[in-house]
């Protein structure tokens, strides 16, 4: 790489940082000392790449050995890609700036499905063959994990393997296979197929798909004796043991969670059944108050962050939360560090945890009752009351607080137009109870943001068999909501419904869809997660010339018995467990959480010899 002229160029593009690579706690190595060279790759901007929590802990883990090297390479935004082509400039890794077409392995992080094309746009930057079978020995393996891994398929074509589940406990030894794969110049073929003899891993190319006349898939099957027909995702039994970073790199500029992370727990079983998190997460795992008060205070002091972030899918149902905010803000409120807690549930959020939280500054407030009517939440098993939900606004407004956020979903199962209109009256109702206090107390007039997104059916969950609403559907709702959701201090707000047609395509798509997505990229898709950017005609386009019908990816028409496009990724949860939910949902029925009720048999702790783990109690 030309540090020359990769300096000319920065100062003509927007956000330079984004591509210094230098910033504190970074980690630089001589290549010509390492034997293993990882570039983690995040296929969306710096600033969203850098707040994502997989990375940092890879980065850090693999940087551990020292005969190892982990960089970060994220997508160039619009400009500086313009520049790189037209310089000649390889797609880099942000430390060392060499190109990543040099590195033995690029692993993917797949948070979102509207982010694929910006995969192929990066492989093609980087000079790497975009399909899997066009690479040669001397090229990078593409690796891909994360949630959307859940599904691989509409990936297949472009990604050499896929890696399902928590990766701490086997990075080291698949990077210790690949290491030894390179120094003894196995060939691609070989390493490919022995590593998807290990746990987690799963190589598309060694798997064949037959589909029927109508397009469904009716096989996925090894094609080699010795390749295992599914793949069990991966879990770390014990969060204490497992590794945690003792240092984040700080960013020259602000991105998305800009502040010291700590993972108080992982998995959730409260059940939703439209959460892919709460079902392919399972099952509960909380990390120990000391360990996370150790992690913070090596955190703290080796990034100088003034807020801490308290995260898990459920931050107020960690069991230790009360003490564990208490604690952490009496050490550390005289130095002015904040605590904030991102995901909280209405039913568990006390006026307690909302008086600690708030002891040094307030950070913004949101509730996600996800539906509007009793009858919708009981569907979705969202156990949550109109009761609760006011009352925990109530408390919120008491303690001061004046902006409040409420998310909901549209076009879930059974749905109604009663339903929709329930989301209005409900926030109306919130909105009432919290101006009676804050008129009572003489504070600030109380906003209330309704938040709108659309049901999207996720593979893996009980709704994974559930038609989609097509876009005039979803179009028609939003209407309606707008129509409803009105007056003083609310407001609405809601997603882009041509986008999650698209990630509705692509979260339930199958192989084939590795053509679309090919073809819309090469008509110029990329940053589809921005709605700014996102072009729903060129997909349009793509579908028909690769004369695929849009439309049987949203009605999926598979039933009980039909092999579903992802069938052969294992998550732990039986798929018995996933139908029965289904049905409960369309009779209203709710289902307990197994934490803290009784197993409710989702086989996941048998099939992956793991337990529950509640060590904030303790
Ligand atoms: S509370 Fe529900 S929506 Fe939230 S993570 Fe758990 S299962 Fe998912
Ligand atoms: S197997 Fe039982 S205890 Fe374990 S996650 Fe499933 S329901 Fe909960």
Redesign the pocket.
């Known amino acids: 790489m030309d540090k020359e002229l990769l300096l000319s160029i920065l100062p003509e593009v927007e956000k330079p940082a984004r591509y210094l690579g230098n910033e504190w706690n970074s980690v630089h190595k001589d290549h010509s000392k390492v034997s293993l060279k990882v570039a983690l790759a995040f296929p969306d901007t710096y600033e969203v790449g850098m707040s994502h929590l997989g990375i940092k802990i890879l980065y850090h883990l693999i940087n551990q050995r020292d005969s190892w090297v982990a960089e970060r390479v994220f997508a160039p935004w619009m400009d500086m890609e313009a520049k790189m082509r037209e310089y000649n400039i390889p797609l880099y890794a942000m430390e060392s700036q060499r190109p990543i077409k040099e590195f033995d392995l690029v692993g993917f992080t797949l948070q979102y499905e509207m982010s694929y094309t910006n995969i192929l746009n990066m492989l093609d930057l980087a000079g790497i063959p975009l399909f899997q079978k066009d690479r040669n020995d001397s090229d990078p393996l593409i690796v891909a994990g994360g949630p959307c891994a859940y599904n691989p398929e509409p990936l297949a074509d472009f990604i050499d393997f896929f890696y399902i589940g928590e990766a701490e406990e086997m990075i080291e030894s698949i990077l210790e296979v690949v290491e030894k794969a390179r120094s003894q110049g196995w060939k691609r073929k070989e390493l490919l197929f022995h590593l998807a003899t290990m746990p987690g891993i799963y190589v598309p190319s060694l798997y064949g798909v037959k589909y029927d006349k109508n397009g469904k898939v009716v096989e996925v099957k090894p094609k080699e004796a010795g390749v295992p027909e599914y793949v069990q995702k991966q879990v770390v039994a014990d969060l204490d043991k497992t590794f945690y970073p003792d240092k984040f790199i700080v960013p020259f500029l602000e991105t998305v969670h800009d502040r010291v992370v700590l993972e108080i727990a992982r998995g959730?079983?409260?059940?939703?059944r439209f959460?892919q998190?709460?079902m392919i997460y399972r099952p509960v795992r909380e990390r120990s108050i000391k360990t996370l008060k150790e992690q913070a205070k090596k955190l703290l002091d080796n990034t100088g962050y003034d807020e801490i972030s308290l995260v898990s899918?459920?931050t107020s149902?960690y069991s230790g939360i009360e003490r564990l905010t208490k604690e952490l803000l009496d050490e550390y409120e005289g130095l002015g560090v904040g605590i904030s807690l991102p995901?909280l549930?209405i039913d568990s959020f006390s006026v307690g945890l909302a008086k600690e939280v708030q002891r040094v500054r307030k950070t913004g407030l949101t509730f996600?009752p996800?539906a509007g009517t009793q009858r919708m939440r009981n569907v979705i098993n969202?156990g949550v009351t109109e009761k609760d939900l006011i009352e925990a606004a109530s408390a919120a407004v008491e303690e001061g607080w004046s902006s409040i956020k409420l998310y909901f979903m549209l076009g879930l199962p059974t749905e109604k137009d009663e339903d929709l209109v329930g989301i209005a009256e409900l926030a109306k109702k919130v909105l009432a109870k919290c101006d009676q206090i804050r008129r009572r107390n003489g504070t600030r007039p109380v906003k209330i943001t309704v938040s709108v997104s659309n049901f999207v059916p996720k593979p893996h969950t009980p709704f994974q068999w559930e038609p989609m609403n097509s876009l005039e559907e979803i179009e028609r709702k939003q209407a309606l909501l707008k129509r409803e959701v009105r007056g003083r201090g609310l407001s609405l707000s809601w997603h882009d419904a041509k986008l999650s047609i698209m990630e509705g395509i692509f979260s339930r798509g199958d192989r084939r869809l590795g053509q679309v997505l090919y073809t819309a990229w090469k008509k110029g898709a990329k940053f589809d997660g921005w709605s700014e950017h996102f072009n729903y005609d060129i997909w349009m386009e793509a579908f028909d010339q690769c004369d695929l019908d849009f439309e049987f990816y949203l009605e999926f028409p598979y039933g009980r018995d039909d092999i579903l496009p992802w069938g052969h990724i294992h998550t732990g949860v039986s798929q018995e467990y996933l139908w029965d939910e289904y049905q409960k949902a369309i009779f209203g029925e709710n289902t307990v959480d197994c934490r803290f009720e009784y197993c409710t048999k989702c086989d996941c702790c048998m099939n992956l010899n793991v337990a529950i783990k509640l060590l904030g109690a303790e």
């Open positions: 959730c079983t409260r059940g939703c959460c998190a709460g899918l459920s149902d995901s549930r996600a996800e969202k």
